[in-house]
């Protein structure tokens, strides 16, 4: 049976409606699925904190990791009192940038 | 048909982790000046395999194990060491830890991919349905790993080093003597006790043998201790807050069974009380970089063998302190 899209405005309406929402949802599923494989993967950005202090316990500093950081490195001498400044502790805390709010 | 696909995505996603791995390890080397570090690298994915003792005759059988974990690691380093003579103990320790992440990684992935293809080949639906529900849990458990490669070469504590970071605390920068293979002790003095404090020796990646360094402590001062406290990182329960800390009874350590049974046989032979103070974590955050709220927990569990030291022990007691775990970026 032929069928007369032609003459038919509605179905032609209806046959274009349909294939937006099927393209839609394909494209909506396909970008979801990539959005998750890839958020797996993804690295949370993090940031390397070292924290030293004074023997003396008079001055403390933070700073960003540096290569070579271990805990238990003197690190320079103390502005306060001229002894040493000891690394204690390191550790890394997630890095807040805009660009995950901006993702959304 | 669903369940096959969706375990060859899995897998391939597994394998790109692997990869990934493996070349943070190759840049690394590269960065160390390392000529061939794919040779390094293949040369220790597939190998070092340590096979089982035998358990239907009981006796000894510690020991046989213990000899092979030792035998298999020595081999290891000599044969890094071949690879790379001039590089510190420290920077060798980190290379072995990183490419054991490496191969530990690439081993799970061979085991995952043998059942994948045995499903596949025998058409075996139960097994290919098993691994499709339990690899999204594998491949999030998987992805720390690579994680944690850098920080090790980097130097970064690891949340398995919370019982190292308490023994540093306790000795500070006190002198570090070595007893065994890297691993030392420092003698300090808390209000008129003698406190020997055993960890492994830092800042390279390594766990050390503080079940020997304990058991040449207690033979140094002829058995004559009051009381033997071990401090590790412990895995958490799921719901529970990380970096809490706890407290009980006998010996805080995750290793095969060696280094273990040494520190509870000395316990037992110089009767002294053997008490465990542990950090608890997840298993994913004992393997990356350390965080803060564990960073901070060790101040608490400092304080918490201070006490026991000061309340359960007389002034002159021998007493000593393991910080069991990987001294990473600690000295
Ligand atoms: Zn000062």
């Given amino acids: 049976m032929y069928l007369q899209i032609d003459s038919n405005i509605l179905t032609i309406i209806l046959i274009v409606f349909f294939s937006a929402i099927l393209i839609y949802l ?38 960003e990791f540096r290569e070579g950081d271990f805990i238990g490195k003197i690190d320079g001498l103390c502005p306060k009192c001229n002894s040493n400044i000891v690394i204690e502790k390191i550790y890394v805390v997630p890095l807040t940038v805009k660009e995950t709010k901006e993702k959304r | 048909m669903r369940y096959e696909r969706g375990v060859a995505a899995r897998l391939i996603l597994i394998e790109t982790l692997v990869k990934e791995s493996i070349n943070k390890v190759k840049n690394y080397l590269n960065r160390l000046g390392i000529k061939e570090p794919d040779n390094v690298i293949n040369g220790v994915l597939d190998n070092y395999f340590v096979i089982e003792p035998v358990s239907i ?121 070595d007893i065994d293979e890297d691993t030392v002790y420092s003698l300090i003095n808390i209000e008129g006790r003698n406190v020997y404090i055993v960890k492994a020796k830092g800042p390279g990646a390594t766990v050390g043998r503080p079940g020997k360094g304990v058991y040449k402590i207690a033979e140094m001062l002829s058995y004559n ?30 290793d095969p069974g060696p280094e273990k049974i040494e520190i509870e ?65 600690v000295y």
Wanted: aromatic share 6%; hydrophobic share 45%; glycine share 8%.
């Fill in chain 1, 26 to 63: 394909l494209r909506f599923g396909l970008g979801y699925m990539m959005k998750r494989n890839r958020s797996e993967l993804q690295d949370q950005p993090l940031k390397t904190i070292t924290i030293a202090s004074c023997i003396n316990n008079d001055y403390m500093l933070e700073r």
């Fill in chain 2, 265 to 329: 046989r000395i316990a037992v032979k110089c009767g002294a009380p053997l008490d465990a103070v542990i950090i608890k974590m997840g298993i994913d955050e004992a393997i990356k970089p350390m965080s803060k709220e564990i960073a901070d927990s060790i101040d608490k569990a400092y304080q918490k063998v201070l006490d026991i030291i000061k309340t359960r022990t007389k002034p002159g007691d021998n007493i000593i302190v393991a910080g069991i775990g990987n001294s990473v970026g």
């Fill in chain 2, 57 to 177: 005759e009981p006796i000894d059988i510690i020991k046989r194990l213990d000899h092979m974990i030792t035998n298999n690691e020595d081999k290891f380093k000599k044969d890094l060491e071949k690879f790379m003579p001039n590089v510190s103990r420290h920077t060798l320790n980190n290379v072995a830890v990183s490419l054991a992440i490496a191969s530990a990684l690439f081993i799970v992935f061979k085991i995952l991919r043998h059942y994948y293809l045995l499903g596949k080949k025998y058409e075996n639906w139960i097994l290919l349905m098993q691994l499709y529900l339990q690899l999204p849990q594998l491949v999030k458990e998987l992805i720390p790993y690579t994680k944690a490669i850098d920080g090790v070469f980097r130097g970064i504590p690891i949340g398995d080093s919370a019982g190292p970071m308490v023994a540093f605390k306790l000795a500070s920068l006190s002198p570090r003597i």
């Fill in chain 2, 225 to 254: 201790i009051a009381r033997i406290i071990t401090v590790d990182a412990a895995l958490k329960l799921e719901g529970e807050q990380s970096g809490s800390i706890s407290e009980g009874s006998g010996a805080a350590i995750g």
